[in-house]
């Protein structure tokens, strides 16, 4: 199977964010480019990454430079173009049919979920941030109203969103207690979470309240998006494997709730093995398919090992710049017709029983998980 055949695969951005509408300098498009919270070192650049050859030899055609332009060239055609061509760009080569935006994270540099979808003339959902949602409900009330207030807000917040994420990974890791906590235990962890905050902006970190937000979550039967593995520097790496999570998942198996595990690696192959034993379990390797570039393809097929095929999803994980969906998707049409094309010729998979294959990883998953198809995106707002 060619790359080409899956050029015009349908595509589900399950997890993403919007991008950034500001000129980007030098420094800033690199920050975009990398999952650490430093610059490069004196004399060193983020382009001589995978992620940076991807972007020089992928998106630089695409804003009319040639392959492996020089980085300097490649910033200075990004600031002649501008924001807005460059977004339109990147973003309308990347073939992506609808996005589900994550709004949790820097949503105010960012563009909306509706502005992705007008840009893109796409598509487009909403997926909303359990620890944000918790931060805000208990900056307004007092802690012993905190569990009402939280509820309230999930709800509301229910009414448009087609899901929730999870950052506990980020505040602690994903070895937490099962067990659904009491109303008492949560307002106690209320109190002393923000008696603690001594007037500085709230932060969930409490393991009481990060399960609290997970139960109530799998009360609402809604799909629930957990980041797994890779991430920046906040994480500790080896809290991030979802094996921690097993005994969650044994419990809430039968629930309704669905669980979507983010970007995985190192963990994918720990992750395909929970989506095989567990009906409610899906995953990805979103971030990792930018990250690992050139070697994405063996990234991807190693995650398919075990992840049944209406199990596994696409994301992007894109945030900021919009060469990450292009490339989200790019890497991830080539990796899986890789794949799909080996275990062709190694297994005797029929052509039609590959592009099936491909077409439920590509979307009819993530369809079928978000419910898509039965709630279409709302009309698009004003794009910017």
């Not at 595990?261 to 971030?287: I, K, S, T």
Request: hydrophobic share 40%.
């Amino acid at each position: 199977m060619s790359t080409e055949l899956l050029r015009t695969l349908d595509l589900v951005d399950h997890h993403c964010h919007g991008v950034v509408t500001s000129r980007l300098d030098r420094a800033g498009l690199e920050d975009l480019l990398t999952e650490s919270d430093a610059p490069a070192p004196q004399g060193t650049t983020f382009f001589d990454t995978q992620l940076g050859f991807a972007v020089r030899r992928e998106c630089a055609p695409v804003l009319g430079l040639p392959e492996f332009a020089d980085p300097h060239e490649y910033v200075e055609r990004r600031a002649e173009l501008g924001p807005a061509e460059v977004n339109r760009r990147l973003l309308r080569a990347a073939g992506i049919g609808t996005y589900v935006v994550e709004t949790g994270h820097r949503s105010d540099e960012i563009l909306t979920p509706a502005q992705m979808g007008a840009v893109t003339s796409a598509g487009h959902a909403e997926v909303v941030r359990l620890e944000v949602l918790a931060e805000q409900a208990a900056a307004d009330v007092d802690p012993v109203d905190f569990p009402a207030a939280f509820r309230a807000a999930l709800d509301a917040a229910l009414v448009t969103a087609v899901g929730v994420k999870t950052i506990a990974a980020y505040r602690g890791g994903l070895e937490l207690d099962a067990s659904r906590p009491t109303d008492e235990q949560v307002v106690a962890a209320a109190h002393a979470w923000t008696s603690e905050a001594e007037g500085e902006p709230l932060r969930l970190t409490d393991p009481v309240l990060l399960r609290f937000g997970w139960w109530e979550a799998v009360d609402r039967q809604v799909p629930i998006q957990v980041h797994v593995g890779y991430g920046d520097p906040d994480v500790d790496l080896h809290r991030c494997n979802p094996l921690l999570m097993t005994e969650f998942l044994r419990r809430t198996q039968g629930s309704g709730a669905r669980f979507a595990l983010l970007h995985c690696y190192p963990y994918h192959r720990e992750a395909g093995y929970l989506a095989h034993v567990f009906p409610h379990v899906y995953c990805d390797v979103g971030l990792a398919v930018n990250f690992t570039g050139a070697q994405s393809p063996q990234v991807i097929a190693e995650s398919l090992e075990l992840t049944p095929f209406h199990k596994a999803l696409f994301s992007s994980d894109a945030f900021g710049a919009a060469e990450l969906f292009h490339l989200g998707a790019l890497l991830f049409r080539r990796g899986l017709a890789q794949g799909l094309t080996r275990w062709g010729e190694q297994g005797g998979w029929p052509l039609d029983e590959q592009m099936r294959v491909a077409q439920l990883i590509g979307s009819g998953n993530a369809r079928r998980l978000y419910g898509l198809d039965v709630a279409q995106p709302r009309p698009h707002e004003e794009g910017s």
